[in-house]
Structures are given as structure tokens and as C-alpha cells.
């Protein structure tokens, strides 16, 4: 069963389909009034979708506009992993390692959600492809989707 999270994102994000990582509570918000209700519901570092939104909109300080009412569910991610390490169901952790070289892949190779400096896991769920053939680098990987696990 798919467990439904009722919080705020900000107005402009407030979309069916809307994908975000959860970050950790700035202290403007665990001050907030509405913290209970928004971020205290959420996991730092996981993944999720916005799935429905409600017409109640607040004034949110962190954003200092508005905030909508929706419903989320934790979601999957796209990752680049070694090919044996291409396995579903297995948790690995992401590579975290620069790259200089302009590459289609940079935002699946070195995703926004992967916390830098950390070393983050993910639980894959499906080996979508090879793209080996797109990386700059020459290294050879798989796209995955995955759940992000944790960080260390």
C-alpha cells in the first residue's frame, strides 16, 4: 500500500507529477506554525511526487509567497550504476565524484539529490538500459530507477 502524505510545496511547483527531494528543516520552518503539518511529514533525502492539489493555499516564510495543500507519495528516481552493480533489488551506493566534461548524462551520473560529500544509497527497482555509449567519460553504466535508501 502506497502511504499518502499531506504537506505544502510552493505554488509554482504545486502540479500533478511534480517530483522533489525533501530536505532537511530550515530553522525558519521548525518555528513555523505549519511546520507539523508541511515538512515534518516528510524524509530528508527521500524522493517524492506530488499526486493531488487541494485549492487551500498559506503564506510560507521559507518562500515568502505561497504554499498549496497537496498529496504526495514517496517516489523513484533515475540513476546511473555500474553494470554489476545493475541488479534489482539490490542497495548500492551512488559514485561521488566530479566531472568537468560537458555529458548528457551529467544529471543522472551527478543527480541534485544526491547529498555531496555523502555517500548515498539507493534500492533499485528496475534496470531501464545500457547508456554506456552516451557517457563523455567512457565508463560504462546502466540507468536505473531506484529509491533513494539513505546517506551517510
Excluded at 525558519?28 to 533525502?45: D, F, H, I, P
Excluded at 485549492?55 to 516564510?61: A, Q
Excluded at 504526495?72 to 528516481?77: K, L, M
Aim: hydrophobic fraction near 40%; charged fraction near 35%.
Amino acid at each position: 500500500m502506497v502511504k499518502e502524505i499531506v504537506t505544502f510545496v510552493g505554488e509554482i511547483n504545486a502540479r500533478r507529477g511534480y517530483k522533489f527531494v525533501a530536505s532537511p528543516a530550515p530553522e525558519v520552518c521548525t518555528s513555523c506554525k505549519l511546520y507539523q503539518a508541511c515538512m515534518s511529514r516528510l524524509k530528508a533525502g527521500r524522493a517524492y511526487e506530488v499526486i493531488d492539489v487541494k485549492d487551500m493555499e498559506h503564506y510560507c516564510p521559507l518562500y515568502e509567497d505561497k504554499v498549496r495543500v497537496v498529496k504526495v507519495v514517496e517516489t523513484t528516481v533515475e540513476a546511473l550504476v555500474k553494470p554489476q552493480s545493475a541488479v534489482e533489488g539490490a542497495i548500492v551506493t551512488m559514485d561521488d565524484e566530479d566531472c568537468d566534461r560537458k555529458c548528457p548524462l551529467e544529471s543522472l551520473c551527478m543527480p541534485e539529490w544526491a547529498t555531496k560529500g555523502k555517500k548515498s544509497k539507493i534500492k533499485i527497482e528496475k534496470v531501464l538500459e545500457d547508456v554506456s555509449e552516451m557517457a563523455v567519460c567512457g565508463k560504462k553504466v546502466r540507468k536505473v530507477t531506484a529509491r533513494i535508501a539513505e546517506s551517510a
